[in-house]
């Protein structure tokens, strides 16, 4: 468990490529242009903090929020300390537990000669079964968007797969899966 922990980015950026899933949501009503300057703010639950969970290594931290970074300026945001929005972004892993249950047949029904006496008769059958359990990490990014003002949370996107083992390209992969995230933001890339 405790390398689950320490390694909760790795497990971020080593989705599979086919078991990414890329969902957002927005509150309604709200026009996205007047947001013009923003702040990037890492996300950490304070139970988490306390009890080591959830720590991400600064060199990840940086990938991340240099991505984010990107995002917003190609979309014409303005990075600035007195911002008119926050951009959020925490990461953590889900553990999905399945179970599987194997049974074992022998015996069975048969006929044959029984006995002193003769005659035939049925046999006994029996099994047994055997449960399996299996754990899969699920390896999620949030990123949301706050109005500073307001607290309100404006957007939202995620990313969350299966982690796989080591990545080969951890500052491409990060940002590729930023990219993605911020696809599905109201305000497309500047051309």
Request: net charge negative.
């Amino acid at each position: 468990m405790k390398k689950l922990l320490t390694l909760i980015v790795i497990g971020i950026i080593a989705f599979s490529c086919s078991s990414i899933k890329y969902t957002s949501d927005q509150m309604s009503g709200v026009n996205f242009v007047q947001y013009n300057s923003y702040k990037v703010v890492h996300f950490v639950n304070e139970d988490d903090l306390a009890n080591q969970k959830f720590i991400v290594n600064q060199m990840n931290k940086q990938r991340v929020e240099a991505a984010i970074d990107q995002q917003a300026k190609m979309r014409g945001l303005v990075g600035d300390e007195d911002p008119d929005m926050l951009i959020l972004w925490a990461v953590g892993i889900d553990i999905q537990k399945s179970y599987e249950t194997h049974t074992t047949y022998t015996g069975g029904p048969y006929m044959g000669y029984r006995g002193r006496y003769g005659g035939y008769g049925m046999g006994m059958a029996s099994s047994y079964s055997s449960t399996d359990e299996y754990q899969t990490e699920i390896g999620k990014l949030r990123i949301a968007v706050i109005d500073p003002k307001t607290k309100d949370m404006l957007w939202i996107g995620t990313a969350e797969g299966e982690r796989e083992g080591n990545v080969k390209d951890p500052d491409g992969r990060i940002n590729e899966i930023v990219g993605k995230i911020f696809e599905q933001y109201p305000i497309p890339v500047n051309e």
